[in-house]
């Protein structure tokens, strides 16, 4: 089923230092991934898609990495700045089907 | 990618009348589209896929009646919450999915509803 958050962990960095956020996502057949950023009262933004037959991509400023083998995500954001804050969602989806499972969140705050 | 147009931003409406919720995709034609529901500190859930020219597909426990879907061109599709309750009360985003070489959402801006 789908995975439903009752509340949001919560990762607090200093402004300038690496970020990771980590995402473990349910269904073993999922092959593609996607992390999004919504910032308070706005729609989640892409930042980064990743396939199952990649461990790592990278954009700027940010990097996905895929772990397979336990089902594990995670989303490295370097220099982290105080306009990183906000909520990243993980998203997961098998190929051929419309539907992303979101999980559960996780809210970055920037310390200054 | 896709440019994705929602309104209203946020409505406050009283119990027992109905909101019409309108996503637009503005540079891209959407033969389907998707209702998400938030609640606070909650993930995003899927509602419904909006088909242009069918009937929408809703997700398990959500009530067709109540959530009616319209998606009558390739460009629009509206959400008519119905007989609103303060449960109801929520952010509703809907987004598009895009075509190669992602094929992940754009989303809305999100449309708050408090119900009164």
């Known amino acids: 089923g789908e995975s439903v958050g009752l509340h949001l962990p919560t990762l607090s960095v200093q402004e300038g230092d690496n970020s990771i956020i980590n995402c473990a996502y349910s269904?073993?057949?999922?092959?593609?991934f996607i992390w999004y950023k919504q910032e308070s009262g706005k729609g989640p933004q892409f930042i980064i898609d990743i396939r199952s037959n990649m461990d790592k991509r990278q954009g700027q400023r940010v990097t996905v990495l895929l772990n397979k083998t336990v089902k594990h995500l995670s989303l490295q954001i370097a220099a982290t700045q105080p306009g990183d804050s906000a909520v990243y969602f993980c998203a997961e989806n098998t190929s051929g089907t419309y539907k992303y499972i979101f999980g559960t969140g996780t809210r970055l705050k920037v310390l200054a | 990618g896709a440019v994705v147009s929602q309104h209203p931003s946020r409505v406050i409406c009283k119990s027992g009348t109905s909101v019409k919720i309108e996503c637009r995709s503005l540079d891209f034609q959407a033969t389907t589209m998707f209702w998400y529901r938030q609640f606070p500190k909650q993930s995003l859930m899927l509602m419904a896929t909006?088909?242009?020219?069918?009937?929408?597909?809703?997700e398990q426990g959500v009530e067709k009646d109540k959530f009616l879907i319209n998606h009558a061109s390739l460009t629009l599709s509206t959400l008519t919450v119905t007989s609103a309750h303060p449960e109801d009360s929520s952010f509703y985003i809907c987004?598009?999915?895009?075509?190669?070489?992602?094929?992940?959402?754009?989303f809305g801006s999100g449309t708050r509803l408090t119900v009164v």
């Open positions: 987004s598009v999915r895009q075509g190669v070489p992602s094929y992940g959402y754009t």
């Open positions: 269904n073993s057949a999922s092959d593609y």
């Open positions: 909006s088909n242009e020219g069918s009937k929408a597909t809703y």
